[in-house]
């Protein structure tokens, strides 16, 4: 099989392969020393070489470990980008994907993200996330689900503390109760055991900090009386419509691909001047909605040279991860409009915050939390949000640039007791044959 159609292979097809090669679980691991990533089998060195050649999302990950799930056939990922300030952390995503390329893709963008997000959050947390792919397997009923959920997380157990996953889309708390039964590495279990929950809410109020300081940079004033258009009215689309009537906005214009939600959103928020269309997947068309801010809270990779130059708002914050296609062209691209843009991972800290303090107990309401969504603190979403706003109008470099660049300065360091660790596990799940279960 060629290396084009390993890559192009939809993941039902690809789970099929590797069944008829006799692999049920595989690596791609960066070898620091070598210079390049290897793979588990010589079958899998096409996707080795995909990744090593790649500009845009490959970045030295660590660790990419992939399993097609004894009972459900259902194909599970786990992909760990850098784990200086301390294991790999990110949520398990439960998508459709209609390649292998894309699936891959999907995660290392993602945790990549997490390291970016974790640590301008000062958590002593590296970056990771988890992919599940729709459309493989058995997954449609309850019970199957549940036990998908459950082989996930004795993938988790595997890795032996690597990677620490939660909740993202797709997911829900149930799920997440799931995978918790069968390891203890995992946040975002539901309360009842002992848990944080659904990361969802403080997600929300963390991005409307970020509109907040990105109207007072540009000096319009408050929320009070703005248009909002969000893309996206799920597990963080809905609650920050919420915070979006409390703190007085005029309008908000929505999109969700679930036919559903209009009635249910306008049951819960009849007091807000709230318009709901129902499109379908991959329509972008809100982005251009007349709006004082845009607010992307669905998938990744839409802000692009096909969706900029039809946006209409001055201001981009959003929830949704790797919203920019290429971070290398699209910030610019956007600057170039003189629309000022919040990086993702610099506003959507607060799922992965409430997850990260989760074993230190429960206090109702956290301090610790309200320290991030405050303005006291210089790290708090809102200052750090100002000062990245700052450095940028004063150097003329993008907003990504900026954020980015701090991140990456963040990320590498050390975590304050442990060290790299991460990278020592991986190699250890290496050295002991991994991939033979």
């Known amino acids: 099989m060629s290396e084009t159609a390993i890559q192009d292979l939809s993941p039902a097809d690809f789970c099929a392969w590797l069944s008829q090669a006799g692999i049920r679980r595989f690596y791609l691991v960066w070898d620091d020393e070598a210079g390049a990533v290897r793979a588990s089998h010589p079958a899998l060195e096409p996707l080795a070489r995909l990744l090593q050649e790649d500009r845009r999302d490959f970045d030295q990950h660590e660790g990419i470990f992939v399993q097609v799930a004894p009972e459900t056939g259902v194909l599970q990922m786990a992909v760990i980008h850098r784990t200086c300030r301390g294991q790999g952390a990110g949520g398990v995503r439960f998508w459709r994907y209609d390649t292998v390329e894309g699936f891959l893709r999907d995660g290392l963008r993602l945790s990549r993200g997490m390291t970016h997000k974790n640590a301008l959050a000062g958590l ?17 009923d309850p019970a199957t689900r549940r036990r998908m959920y459950e082989e996930y997380g004795e993938l988790m157990t595997s890795l032996q503390g690597c990677y620490v996953t939660a909740e993202d889309v797709g997911t829900s708390v149930e799920d997440m109760a799931a995978v918790f039964s069968r390891t203890r590495f995992t946040t975002c279990i539901p309360p009842s055991l002992g848990g944080s929950g659904n990361p969802s809410v403080p997600t929300a109020r963390g991005v409307v900090r970020g509109m907040e300081a990105a109207l007072a940079h540009l000096g319009r004033g408050t929320l009070a009386g703005k248009t909002v258009a969000v893309q996206g009215l799920g597990h963080v689309g809905e609650p920050l419509l919420g915070f979006l009537r409390d703190k007085g906005v005029a309008r ?6 679930d036919p559903t939600r209009a009635a249910d959103l306008h049951a819960l928020f009849p007091d807000l001047d709230l318009e709901v269309r129902t499109v379908e997947r991959g329509d972008n068309s809100i982005l251009a909605e007349p709006a004082d801010i845009v607010a992307p809270c669905a998938t990744g990779g839409i802000l692009n040279p096909r969706t900029i130059p039809a946006l209409q708002a001055p201001i981009v914050c959003g929830a949704a991860n790797n919203q ?8 610019v691209l956007l600057q170039q409009r003189g629309i000022l843009y919040l990086p993702d991972f610099l506003v959507n800290r607060m799922g992965i915050v409430n997850c990260a303090d989760e074993q230190y107990g429960v206090v109702d309401p956290d301090p610790r939390i309200e320290l991030h969504l405050g303005d006291t603190w210089d ?11 700052s450095q940028a109008k004063t150097t003329g470099a993008t907003t990504a640039k900026v954020a980015l660049d701090l991140a990456e300065k963040r990320s590498r360091e050390s975590h304050p007791l442990w060290g790299h660790r991460g990278v020592q596990i991986i190699r250890s799940l290496v050295a002991s044959g991994w991939e033979n279960g």
């Open 324 to 331: 920019l296609e290429d971070p290398e062209r699209d910030d």
């Open 124 to 140: 002593w947390w590296g970056g990771g996330k988890g992919v599940i792919a729709r459309d493989t397997g058995r997954a449609g």
């Open 252 to 257: 908000v214009v929505g999109s969700d691909i």
């Open 379 to 389: 790290n708090s979403v809102y200052n750090l949000s100002l000062e990245v706003l």
